[in-house]
C-alpha cells in the first residue's frame, strides 16, 4: 500500500506546520518516531510540500486469529523533488484478529536512524466487517488533517489508506 501528498503551493513558507507533511511512525514509515521525517531546519524537522510513503507487507495466518508478518516502509517528506532520499524501515510483526478489529505488534528498523522502534495499531471494527477507525499509539498525538493531494490504495489487511480526520469512504 502507498500514499502521496502534495501541498499546492509555490512554497512552505508562510505555511502553518500542521498542513505540510511529514511522515514516520506506525501507518507510514515504521523503524522510525512519529513525523520524524521531513525536511531538516538546523536540529529541528519541518513539514515538506511533497510526501510518499510506501509498504510491501506480506502477513501469514498461523490460523483464524493469530498471524505474523514481515515488512518493508519507504518514504519522506521533501520541500524539492530534487532532493528526495527515501528513509527504509524493515521488521517483523505479530497481528492478532479480535471481535474489534485485528491488533498489531511491529518491530521495525529505522536503516536511517539505525534504532529499532516498536510500533502498535488497532483497527475498530464498526460492525459492517469493514474497519473504519484507527487508533495508533504513538508519543505524539497530532489531530489536524493534511491539506493538498493525496491518494491511496487499499491495505488488504486493515482499511482503506486516508488522510487524518477524514472519515473512510466505500
Not at 491488533?103 to 536512524?113: C, H, K, M, P, R
Amino acid at each position: 500500500s502507498g500514499e502521496v501528498g502534495y501541498t499546492i503551493a509555490d512554497s512552505r513558507n508562510g505555511i502553518p506546520q500542521e498542513y505540510v507533511f511529514r511522515t514516520g511512525g506506525t501507518g507510514s514509515v515504521r523503524g522510525y518516531s512519529y513525523q520524524s521525517l521531513g525536511v531538516s531546519e538546523g536540529s529541528a524537522i519541518v513539514g515538506g510540500r511533497y510526501m510518499a510513503n510506501a509498504t510491501v507487507e506480506y502477513t501469514h495466518w498461523l490460523d483464524d486469529t493469530w498471524g505474523i508478518a514481515a515488512f518493508v516502509d519507504a518514504g519522506n517528506a521533501v520541500d524539492d523533488l530534487s532532493k528526495v532520499d527515501l528513509a527504509y524501515g524493515y521488521g517483523l510483526g505479530a497481528r492478532w484478529r479480535t471481535v474489534a478489529g485485528p491488533i498489531a505488534v511491529d518491530l521495525a528498523y529505522g536503516e536511517q536512524s539505525e534504532a529499532v522502534h516498536l510500533h502498535f495499531s488497532l483497527v475498530l471494527d464498526d460492525g459492517t466487517g469493514r474497519f473504519r477507525n484507527e487508533t495508533r499509539l504513538e508519543n505524539t498525538v497530532d489531530p489536524s488533517p493534511y491539506l493538498g493531494l493525496r491518494a491511496g490504495v487499499f491495505d488488504d489487511w486493515t482499511r482503506p489508506v486516508r488522510c487524518r480526520g477524514e472519515e473512510a469512504r466505500d
